[in-house]
């Protein structure tokens, strides 16, 4: 079961921050300030699962920013990795190129393509084509998109 | 209230007029119209805090932003209020607090608007969760919008519920769910299949209406609808043992599924890498592992297709490999073929020998899970694991750790004990304590013989001292002292050990007893299995001597150096210099053991705890060794109960004093008693050092209450040398309890007559007491 979902940058900026169980406000940001620590302490070569207290942290770099999966241990961890790759296809067929500026900026946006995947349960069928891209249309902040009413 | 621009805000009667929000507010007032000022977009609002240099400025832009947003809240502008939220959720996920934004979600959701809506209901999954009350009040408007049709709305709905749906709310909107489950639309179905996930898990009872229709919902084409099924009826199963047997009727046709998903060529819509739908392949894999797990007729139903998946995956992806993985789990824990398991086994091998750390270490876990059912599979792969062991990464050098250890067995104990040695001495800090107890365990269960497994501990004790748990030092020692034809052996190698290092306390331990035990074989001097070393007497004392004194030594292992000090005393009996023999005033029978006793006379005296003399009967049996060991080791400051015992050379130990008697004894002296606290001096001046003054501070309770906290200061004139040991405790009991002491030197080189002060601080029947007061009637003995 996947407890939360975040992208971090390298500087411990949190861009998108997504917690299927209650966390305080106050230990969010040290959760996520350490999640980003464990995660630049390592190297490319090595693994990308991470334990971290009773989580199982998956993380995957792209550019300058971290998308960390925190799970428990019912999950199958190559799944979840794939997963994190599929998120981000959808979001680069959206955005055309997605880049962190995007995610700082449509963050909303991003809490859209949530309903994809509602839950903490993975259910994502791996379209990673226009039908993805289409239920991101009906999350997006802007007035006016297809589909509506 | 100042605007962004400065002006005064109106009079209260107009903002407490238009509280609460509605329609017609924002019309109403002449004087509101003109002072309305466009609010920040969400864009600019991000501009700004992406501008600002310090997380001081940070915080200043998001509390100027939030106040506006207050009052806006205030006001009850409808128009753009899901602008306000939506800055405002923007600021939460940042971590700023929010928690005053929760009402209007519930305005934002009543709204008819579908933009309203779409923050509202974001707004309600963010801040809204059930420990608030307020979370009840969205439940009709879910219901609402669950039935009016319009599909996105009915999606945002079910996705909010399915996020924080408390209980009761579950139970109210779950007929509503229901009904969205057959609609033909799939948008619409899979949210409520997900949400019907959501609402078991929160209220089990509820496994009853949402059961039946999971049968029909199987023979739906739509992937997302299939993989909602799955993981509904998945959870099912894992809550209900009664749904777990009506579901097992349904193996052949997730066999079939995941058949026709394998076998299905390439389809772009559905296929990472070349792998069709690897989400839906892994969830209908976990399914069947559930509904295999100790069921022989679905597992035989699963093998053809295992088998199946387990050879035509392509792995040349992760995709395809992650499908691997949940096949080889599946297999593991069904009542799968035995040539399938063998299957599984060498996958996991596969995997160990990939380049990619993501599959070993999965590969690792796996290994370790099945290491007790399928232990010669595993063991055929054992040189990769070890090979895992030099791994940088500590995911996965912690994996092949354990995975390691579970693999020793009296075949390959030797060279694997080797491995793990070499690893021991270059792994992390966090695995040292893990890896030392293992090799330990190892040892003890597989050693091939008695004197490689006292090798293996020493070098475990040599390398990891300080990690190895506490018993350790006793099974050491048993092991040593059965193994009778070692005594020479083991005695001479901690000897070494002992000389270079005296810093990791299980191994000074256990070497100051085997000296104590076997010294006279460590003089004896000869020893076949090594090479011969000349020990003086002289250097094994000193050694004992300088563990004694060392500050890095425990309590427990300075009582270890003063036991075996004291049976060298009854060993040893080689001829002495001159120069030991001046020290003691008194000779008594035999020079070299009143000797000893002096020396240890003089350790015990300087030590704050006096350890009196257990005595013991004469060496070989290994339970009373035991019996003085858990004495000596156990607690040295409550020393156990003398044993008087008949044996033979001993009694003249028992007839020579403890500590040789002082020229003439120093009266003691109470200084001081209040409400049952008493303190008593007692005085000794050591003959071979006439400077020396010891004080002997004892503090005794027979009161009715407990004295806590006590602590005893001193001070002495200038021309004086003060030194104060730590005391034995700092609290006495009531009525009689064991008192505390604390021992005082004093050096008085030049005769000069003593004072002192003491200043006592301690609680008593809840009160704080200090007493600072001098000592008058000192007697003169003790400083002339």
Sequence with gaps: ?149 | MLNRKGRRWGADACVVGFSGGGVGAEFGDPLRERMVVPSLKLQDLIEEIRGAKTQAQEREVIQKECAHIRASFRDGDPVHRHRQLAKLLYVHMLGYPAHFGQMECLKLIASSRFTDKRVGYLGAMLLLDERHDAHLLITNSIKNDLSQGIQPVQGLALCTLSTMGSAEMCRDLAPEVEKLLLQPSPYVRKKAILTAVHMIRKVPELSSVFLPPCAQLLHERHHGILLGTITLITELCERSPAALRHFRKVVPQLVHILRTLVTMGYSTEHSISGVSDPFLQVQILRLLRILGRNHEESSETMNDLLAQVATNTDTSRNAGNAVLFETVLTIMDIRSAAGLRVLAVNILGRFLLNSDRNIRYVALTSLLRLVQSDHSAVQRHRPTVVECLRETDASLSRRALELSLALVNSSNVRAMMQELQAFLESCPPDLRADCASGILLAAERFAPTKRWHIDTILHVLTTAGTHVRDDAVANLTQLIGGAQELHAYSVRRLYNALAEDISQQPLVQVAAWCIGEYGDLLLAGNCEEIEPLQVDEEEVLALLEKVLQSHMSLPATRGYALTALMKLSTRLCGDNKAAILEKMPLVERDGPQADEEAKESKEAAQLSEAAPVPTEPQASQLLDLLDLLDGASGDVQHPPPLDPSPGGALIHLLDLPCVPPPPAPIPDLKVFEREGVQLNLSFIRPPENPALLLITVTATNFSEGDVTHFICQAAVPKSLQLQLQAPSGNTVPARGGLPITQLFRILNPNKAPLRLKLRLTYDHFHQSVQEIFEVNNLPVESWQ
């Design chain 1, 1 to 149: 079961m996947i407890k939360f979902f975040l992208m971090v940058n390298k500087q411990g900026q949190t861009r998108l921050s997504k917690y299927y169980e209650h966390v305080d406000i106050n230990k969010r940001t040290l959760l996520e300030t350490e999640v980003i620590k464990s995660c630049l302490s390592r190297s490319n070569e090595q693994c990308s699962f991470i334990e971290y207290k009773d989580f199982k942290l998956i993380y995957r770099q792209y550019a300058a920013l971290f998308i960390v999966v925190g799970v428990n241990d019912t999950e199958n961890e190559m799944a979840i990795y794939e997963f994190i790759h599929n998120f981000v296809e959808v979001l680069d067929e959206y955005f055309s190129r997605v880049s962190e500026l995007d995610v700082s900026f449509f963050n909303t946006v991003f809490h859209g393509t949530w309903q994809m995947h509602s839950g903490p349960y993975q259910t994502r069928s791996c379209s990673v084509t226009q039908a993805g891209v289409q239920r991101c249309d009906h999350g997006s902040l802007h007035p006016g998109s297809p589909g509506l009413k």
